[in-house]
């Protein structure tokens, strides 16, 4: 008998498209409003082949997903809320850029132990170019972030107590899952959103879709080659493990330099363990970030390290309750008029 553990990460793989294409065709829909159905009842529902779908039924079953109970399936306990296109942590637009995006990219590991990243991406575009080649492909990508980001963004916003706080500049910040979270539980803060320009309309959607007028707007530039706009908070959410130290490092002093005196960084990464030995979507994503990034992830500890070289002090660290962690630094000096 395979080990357990080995046999779930030998067939992960069908589980990942299991979960895709059930989603695709509206099953876990109709499950969060139909539970107890079966294969057949499922089938005529969404017009799809029955065989099909009880097969997918059965794997999703088979990882814990799906209660399979006589012939009648219903979402596992804690499932709904992460393949209810209805719920603010629906993670299946992230499953969609594993899919569509990433997976592909994973041929390349085996280049890289053979002759190292950076020799076999010698010719490959830069990380981002494939991403935002086109509206359609940036729309995918700003959706799977927000699925991975926006629910718990309101408790790191919480984490973060930005009451203090009025101008914060969202580097990176994509569609503004962090940004929308933070202007809803902050009613003085504004916050401005630094991204690629094919980021704005995106953006402006979700500015419309929750309501917050001029309190959220965008910047379009480039953080390796433009100056960040001033604000007295700046977030990096999900954006320093896209790239190595050195790159960091400079992204953080730029931080520094646009910050106002008494003003803050804020840093949200899933983090590693002191040891490195897990947790697994931290190890699983620091695998994905080398073969779709120049990144890597890190512990808090290696965070704080590179907020001290960038010049800013009393360096912690909040956890949340999910994998997107906090790390905050502060710019020395008092802000006026803040």
Known sequence: MIPANLERAVYGMYATHALHVADRHGVFEHLARHSGDSAGKIAAA??????????????????????????????????????DR?????????????????????????????????ETDRDTPAPFEAIYRDDESVGRFLNAMW?????????????ADLGDSRRLIDVGGASGPFSVAALH???????????????????????????LGDRLDFAAGDFFRDPLP??????????????????????????????LPGGRVLIMERLFDDDRGGPLATAVMNLSMHVETEGRHRTAAEYLEL??????????????????????????GSGAGR
């Open 86 to 118: 209805e719920d603010p942590r629906y993670l299946m637009g992230f499953v969609g850029h594993l899919i569509g995006d990433t997976a592909d990219q994973f041929g390349r590991l085996s280049g890289y132990l053979r002759a190292g990243k950076a």
């Open 185 to 211: 539980a902050f009613p003085r803060l504004r916050s401005t959103v630094f991204d690629l320009p094919q980021v704005g309309p995106h953006l402006a959607a979700r500015a419309t879709e929750h309501k």
């Open 307 to 332: 907020l001290r070289h960038a010049g800013f002090v009393d360096g912690t660290v909040r956890r949340s309750s999910g994998d997107k962690h906090l790390i905050t630094g502060r710019r020395a």
């Open 230 to 259: 001033a604000g007295d908070c700046f977030a990096f959410g999900y954006i320093l493990s896209d790239w190595d130290d050195e790159t960091c490092a400079a992204l953080l002093r730029k931080a520094h330099e646009a910050c």
């Open 147 to 159: 699925g991975l980001s926006h629910h718990v963004s309101g408790e790191l916003a919480a984490l």
């Open 46 to 83: 969404l017009a799809v082949d029955e065989d099909t779908v009880e097969r997918l039924l059965l794997v999703l079953s088979s990882f814990g997903v799906v209660d399979a109970d006589g012939g009648r399936y219903a979402l596992a306990a804690g499932v709904r809320p992460y393949v």
